[in-house]
């Protein structure tokens, strides 16, 4: 039930609510000012670029805040760090570019999504990530009340209080539920019920299913790759198969093939190239999947990086291929990252114990991100429809945090 603070002994503009009374009624708060716009449906058309200008000046004022506020982006934790959050923002201009999106989501919708699925993780900032099945206000949470202190809405003023009042309560709505915990969850006296992503006439609430289709695009294929092996630098509890697992880096874990034998399959089903398989390969029967549009954007993404990254995990040695070398698998990791010099080191130091697994293990490793590495390169060039574009927004927004 405990929170544990981050950020060391600095003082810091935001604390979340003390206790657990504050603590249900900060979050229950998130959902009944939600709840108060069920039955006003808005739909003012607002052209894209102007969709577009306002998400900007409202992710570039907040990000100023939070600065003054004494955060730093780059010291969020690894795997959830800048880099995620340069690429749901690139995600988030470049799915709402869609013109199947388009036509289905409303204005205010799309204004909601764009920020929610660009900031969704940043409670990371001020709470663990890991750890969380007993606590109340959880990442989502403590990143949807954090949002609410620095995010400023003024730009909204002329379309009317109920447009701006709906845009800043779904966005913050759809930060809070961008875990996808779709099962009541007891603690202590509470109850926390799964947050609702369909309105009562069961269409979907779409910055909900939009935050999470752009989340989800981060833990498949090459991404999910590079985040998986971030993730190692700190010990964690990992929920695989229905169960928490003790994750580490240690050589059960790094065992670098698929089980293939009944007797590999016990020995080796919680291991790292495990979990990254099961995500990539099980990803369209996932609940990220649901309200899927028939022929968007999003389908033909999933399935174009699910492919490479089966095809980069079920390879079999490469004995001929020219992996990277020590120094720029770091660097590369640490570019992917984007993170403080702080999470530089703990990066190299990573690597480095790449060295301490047996020979065979270390080279299959760098053979796969050397794989890896090389589609996140080809990616970024493969111009997809608004892609471009958006990467040139997300990057002017995350260069200079
Ligand atoms: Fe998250
Ligand atoms: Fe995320």
């Given at each position: 039930m405990k929170i544990k603070f981050l950020g060391g002994t600095k003082m810091k503009r935001f604390a979340l609510p003390k206790g657990p009374e504050n603590q249900i009624i900060a979050i229950e708060k998130l959902r009944s000012d939600f709840l108060n716009h069920y039955d006003h449906p808005i739909e003012n058309k607002i052209p894209w670029e102007e969709i577009e200008t306002i998400c900007i000046s409202i992710l570039d004022n907040f990000f100023i805040k939070v600065r003054e506020g004494g955060y730093n982006?780059?010291?969020?934790?690894?795997?959830?760090?800048?880099?995620?959050?340069?690429?749901?923002?690139?995600?988030?201009?470049?799915?709402?570019?869609?013109?199947?999106?388009?036509?289905?989501?409303?204005?205010?919708?799309?204004?909601?999504?764009?920020?929610?699925?660009?900031?969704?993780?940043?409670?990371?900032?001020?709470?663990?990530?890991?750890?969380?099945?007993?606590?109340?206000?959880?990442?989502?949470?403590?990143?949807?009340?954090?949002?609410?202190?620095?995010?400023?809405?003024?730009?909204?003023?002329?379309?009317?209080?109920?447009?701006?009042?709906?845009?800043?309560?779904?966005?913050?709505?759809?930060?809070?539920?961008?875990?996808?915990?779709?099962?009541?969850?007891?603690?202590?006296?509470?109850?926390?019920?799964?947050?609702?992503?369909?309105?009562?006439?069961?269409?979907?609430?779409?910055?909900?299913?939009?935050?999470?289709?752009?989340?989800?695009m981060d833990f498949n294929g090459c991404f999910a790759i590079f985040r998986g092996i971030l993730a190692l630098i700190k010990p964690r509890e990992e929920s695989m198969q229905g169960q928490f697992v003790q994750v580490d880096f240690d050589a059960q874990h790094m065992y670098p093939h698929l089980p293939k034998t009944d007797e590999e399959k016990e020995l080796y089903k919680k291991t790292a190239i495990k979990h990254m398989w099961n995500f990539t390969s099980t990803f369209n029967q996932m609940p990220f999947c649901e309200f899927d549009l028939p022929g968007g954007i999003m389908t033909e993404y999933r399935d174009m990086i699910s492919k490479i990254g089966l095809e980069i995990l079920e390879g079999e040695n490469k004995p001929n291929m020219k992996v990277v070398g020590q120094e720029e698998l770091s660097q590369c990791l640490c570019e992917f990252s984007m993170c403080s010099r702080d999470g530089q080191e703990k990066i190299f130091n990573l690597v480095e114990k790449f060295n301490t697994l047996d020979p065979g293990t270390k080279r299959r490793w760098y053979e796969i991100l050397t794989l890896a590495k090389g589609f996140l390169q080809e990616f970024e060039s493969l111009g997809l429809f608004g892609q471009d574009h958006a990467t040139q927004v997300a990057k002017k927004r995350f260069i200079t945090q």
């Open positions: 982006l780059r010291s969020l934790p690894p795997a959830h760090d800048l880099g995620h959050m340069q690429r749901d923002c690139t995600r988030s201009f470049m799915l709402l570019q869609d013109a199947t999106i388009q036509k289905t989501v409303t204005s205010e919708d799309m204004v909601a999504a764009i920020l929610s699925g660009t900031i969704h993780d940043i409670g990371m900032l001020i709470v663990e990530r890991y750890g969380e099945s007993d606590r109340l206000i959880r990442h989502a949470e403590a990143g949807a009340l954090f949002a609410k202190k620095f995010m400023n809405f003024e730009i909204l003023n002329s379309f009317g209080k109920e447009v701006k009042d709906y845009v800043k309560a779904m966005t913050f709505y759809s930060m809070a539920a961008h875990t996808n915990y779709d099962k009541p969850h007891t603690i202590g006296n509470y109850v926390i019920e799964p947050y609702a992503k369909i309105w009562p006439d069961k269409s979907p609430i779409w910055p909900v299913k939009l935050t999470r289709w752009i989340d989800s």
